[in-house]
């Protein structure tokens, strides 16, 4: 089992940023990879970034590309997911997801372990 619990979220006006981490705990060695998703009120919830764990390999949704960068602490247990430029579109409560199965996960499906969320609202 893995744990995960998020944190950082907050109310920011449009153009700030915001920096959500992600402590893992229990069995991270198991981990292939750590995904970001989001899901804004009456909308499915939606990929927003990933890293695969060891090779610190990192890929984002379109919507995201050159606004928030992801990263991870291997030594902390612990991914960040830093959101810059923010937008009103970005509000919602944000994700943080383990998988144990690929190294290139996008989809809900693949990640087997969820935090509880944090809520990011963006006000413009």
């Known amino acids: 089992q893995v744990q995960l619990v998020e944190s950082g979220g907050g109310l920011v006006q449009a153009g700030a940023s915001l920096r959500l981490s992600c402590a893992a705990s229990g069995a991270t060695y198991n981990v292939y990879a750590m995904g970001w998703f989001r899901q804004a009120p009456g909308k499915e919830r939606e990929f927003v970034s990933g890293?695969?764990?060891?090779?610190?390999?990192?890929y984002y949704a379109d919507s995201v590309k050159g606004r928030f960068t992801i990263s991870r602490d291997y030594a902390l247990n612990t991914a960040y997911l830093q959101l810059n430029s923010l937008e009103p579109e970005d509000t919602a409560v944000y994700f943080c997801?383990?998988?144990?199965?690929?190294?290139?996960?996008?989809?809900?499906?693949?990640?087997?372990?969820w935090g509880q969320g944090t809520q990011v609202t963006v006000s413009s």
């Open positions: 997801a383990a998988t144990t199965t690929t190294t290139w996960a996008r989809q809900v499906y693949e990640y087997d372990y």
């Open positions: 890293i695969s764990w060891n090779g610190g390999i990192t």
